[in-house]
């Protein structure tokens, strides 16, 4: 087997997941760390407005940048389908589509990001204080999120055929860039959040460059020569078909947390802030768990191009116990020693007491939603896009809604603590219909 493959389709199913996952998780950490040093920066040397600006951006920014990834789900899944049946032609065109792809959507979405941002502040009822501040950062982000499409899209095509070991080295230079042009930008130059979207944009440039760079040097199928890039029409239906869904999935998703978001908004600064660290420290725990879940995506995929059901029923058991395992203990620990790893954001006694509402609610489900995650990522894997779609944005984002505009409304519960219920009671009743839902299509697909 070479050494930047994963063969999924044959051998001990929990060994490659891990083989799969945990680089995997260790380049989400390392993504993360973009935004989580530009939280840790701004917070300690510009303030906590600068925070604030910052942290209440992150539920706009994946608003409009989730439907492309979501596309680059779809290409993860096509490219694995065909390379798990050994269809090398199909593979190489749905890596051409697929560049192709990510740069016509990186196109139009910093037209969309930069004409727009600040009327959608606006509409999230963003405080006075900080829109000029959050409008700024979102157009800089915005005029250089290209890159950022292509290196996803990139990253997706290396994940099918198994390779998750690679983008992990990309993005650890890319994160040490991001942090030295941070420390630069802001502490030297006192750019405050201009500087901290500067150097996220350079950074992401970095790994759009390298991974372009690696995939024009491959040797195999997944190998990128600028002469065939065209756009196979079918293999683009296939990935729509796949993409779509779960890109309009994760704009809906976002829409709720757009949301809540405007809800955290009418508390205050201070609040604001706290919430943006909370969510630093929740990112963390979440990509352990997403891990696993983007494994059984690609071992899906491929068990599938090769006809073999039981090893997907395996492997989504084994996916979610490690999924879950990772929820409950990193949650546990996070609770543990919430003061200070929020110190880290902010050394405000107030915001880390805010940051703490929020962990308290969340982190003790939130093992619930890497079970959600793994079961939606293996009817995916399996080629069924509509119904996880479907089931989650009535699941989750429903029971969010709809939680925020009845029960929240009331005295009792209009609290910032009690606004973060909405949270574990979607997580639980989308992972219940999931798992049914899953179960129904693999008897169908048996049949």
């Known amino acids: 087997m070479a050494a930047n493959k994963i063969d999924m389709t044959q051998g001990a199913i929990f060994p490659k997941l891990i083989r799969f996952a945990v680089p ?131 990253a997706s095509l290396l994940r099918a055929k198994g390779d998750t070991q690679r983008p992990l080295y990309i993005l650890f230079v890319a994160g040490l860039i991001n942090v030295v042009l941070n420390l630069i930008f802001v502490i030297c130059l006192k750019m405050d959040v201009a500087g901290v979207a500067s150097a996220t944009v350079i950074s992401q440039t970095f790994s759009a460059v390298v991974i372009v760079i690696l995939l024009l040097r491959e040797k195999d199928a997944f190998k990128l020569d600028f002469k065939k890039l065209q756009i196979d029409f079918h293999i683009l239906s296939k990935i729509v078909k796949i993409g779509f869904p779960a890109g309009l999935q994760g704009m809906i998703f976002s829409i709720s947390n757009v949301v809540i978001q405007s809800s955290v908004n009418s508390f205050g600064p201070v609040m604001i802030a706290g919430n943006a660290a909370a969510q630093g420290v929740e990112g963390f725990i979440y990509i352990s768990m997403n891990g696993f879940s983007q494994a059984m995506l690609t071992f899906a995929g491929q068990n599938m191009g ?127 219909i999931l798992a049914f839902g899953f179960i129904r299509i693999l008897k169908r697909i048996e049949k």
């Open 306 to 432: 090769a006809g073999k059901i039981e090893r997907i029923k395996k492997a989504v058991r084994d996916s979610i116990l490690c999924a879950s395992s990772a929820g409950l203990i990193l949650g546990g620990l996070a609770i543990l020693f919430g003061p200070t790893l929020l110190g880290f954001y902010s050394t405000s006694p107030e915001v880390q007491a805010a940051g703490m509402i929020r962990l308290r609610v969340i982190l003790l489900t939130y093992f619930t939603c890497g079970i959600m995650d793994c079961t939606a990522n293996a009817i995916r894997g399996v080629g069924h896009s509509v119904l996880p779609m479907i089931i989650t944005l009535l699941g989750a984002c429903g029971l969010r809604m709809l939680y925020i505009f009845t029960f929240f409304q009331i005295p009792r519960f209009h609290t910032f603590r009690g606004l973060f219920y909405s949270y574990p009671l979607s997580w639980a009743v989308t992972s219940a």
């Open 24 to 154: 995997l998780i260790f380049s989400s950490i390392l993504q993360l760390l973009f935004n989580a040093a530009d939280i840790i920066v701004v917070g300690r040397f510009a303030g906590d407005n600068s925070l604030a600006a910052v942290g209440s951006t992150s539920s706009l920014i994946n608003l409009l940048i989730n439907f492309f990834l979501g596309l680059g789900i779809g290409c993860n899944v096509v490219a694995a389908n065909y390379f798990g049946s050994g269809k090398s032609e199909k593979v190489s065109r749905t890596v051409h589509t697929a560049m192709i792809l990510s740069v016509i959507g990186g196109i139009l979405l910093t037209f969309i990001g930069v004409s727009f941002s600040r009327q959608i502040l606006i509409l999230m009822g963003s405080p006075d204080e900080v829109l000029p501040l959050s409008t700024l950062y979102l157009k800089i982000f915005f005029g250089g999120v290209t890159p950022t499409i292509i290196y996803n899209f990139g």
